[in-house]
């Protein structure tokens, strides 16, 4: 058998060619696809975030490693293919990242705002964009995106070309009526017009968070860490006086959530 390779990104492709290898290569890789293979990529890549949120940084060591895995996982079986290897995803992000940064690597003064930077950003994808002739305004926002995020990418897209409420009080005037329309639907409607009327009210409060300059992925996992770490207290609490949030009443429970919040939880 050859020896691997000791520099380490040629070892890393040379593990995964042999991984791929159709005769003495791994079963379970072996039959993956793009497609089998695309929701580990997703986990990958919120993994590398939960270490990040978390500040573990020998634990964001090994997740980049898993996430470079999956980079070199899909070009490999890209190259398989006949379709591109993984000197031409290198090249091709290098020439994207360079043509996106005519300010670093061009002649344009970089005596710009980050602000400024940003802007021009957007006009250089959207004149790719162009290029690519993919269709309207909303073409190419990846449908593979959490839902909360590509609604808000959504409603940056048609914002740019003037489709938009002007004024945030418009927003929250909407998210009001969407939300009776909610609570209309509960009694009356089918559980697929309820979950209907649940999108459509997510999909405006997802709006508000862009008026409002937050990101609602960030904001939500927020909401989320406070939740756990308030429960986590409630647990804990129950827990020092031999019981637990199955034994316990919701206005016990409720007593001790107001306590964690008082407690800066």
């Avoid at 039959?31 to 986990?43: D, V």
């Avoid at 939300?179 to 459509?200: F, I, Y």
């Avoid at 939500?220 to 129950?238: D, P, W």
């Amino acid at each position: 058998m050859t020896a691997l390779p000791t520099n380490p990104m040629p070892r890393l492709r040379a593990i995964m060619a042999r991984l791929r290898d159709p005769v003495h290569g791994c079963p379970w890789d072996v039959e993956q696809s793009f497609a089998s293979i695309a929701p580990y990529t997703i986990e990958e890549a919120y993994e590398v975030a939960d270490a990040i949120a978390r500040g573990d940084m020998e634990e964001l060591k090994g997740e980049l490693g898993d996430l470079l895995f999956q980079s070199v996982f899909h070009a490999q079986m890209a190259e398989d293919e006949g379709l591109f290897d993984f000197d031409d995803v290198a090249r091709a992000i290098g020439d994207k990242m360079i043509a996106r940064h005519p300010h670093v690597f061009g002649s344009e003064s970089n005596a710009k705002s980050a602000e400024q930077q940003v802007r021009d950003w957007e006009a250089v994808k959207e004149a790719e964009r162009a290029a690519k002739a993919r269709g309207g305004v909303l073409a190419d926002v990846a449908l593979g995106l959490p839902a909360l995020m590509r609604a808000e990418k959504l409603q940056k897209r048609a914002a740019r070309v003037g489709f938009d409420w002007p004024e945030i009080d418009m927003v929250i005037n909407k998210i009001a009526e969407e939300a009776q329309e909610l609570a209309d639907a509960r009694d009356t409607l089918p559980p697929a017009k309820v979950a209907e009327e649940m999108g459509d009210l997510l999909f405006v409060m997802a709006n508000l968070a862009r008026h409002l300059k937050v990101d609602p992925e960030e904001a939500l996992r927020g909401a989320n860490a406070k939740f756990v770490r308030r429960f986590a207290y409630i647990e804990q609490e129950l827990a020092a006086r031999s019981s637990s949030p199955e034994d316990s009443t919701l206005e016990e429970m409720d007593a001790l959530w107001d306590a964690a919040k008082a407690n800066g939880l």
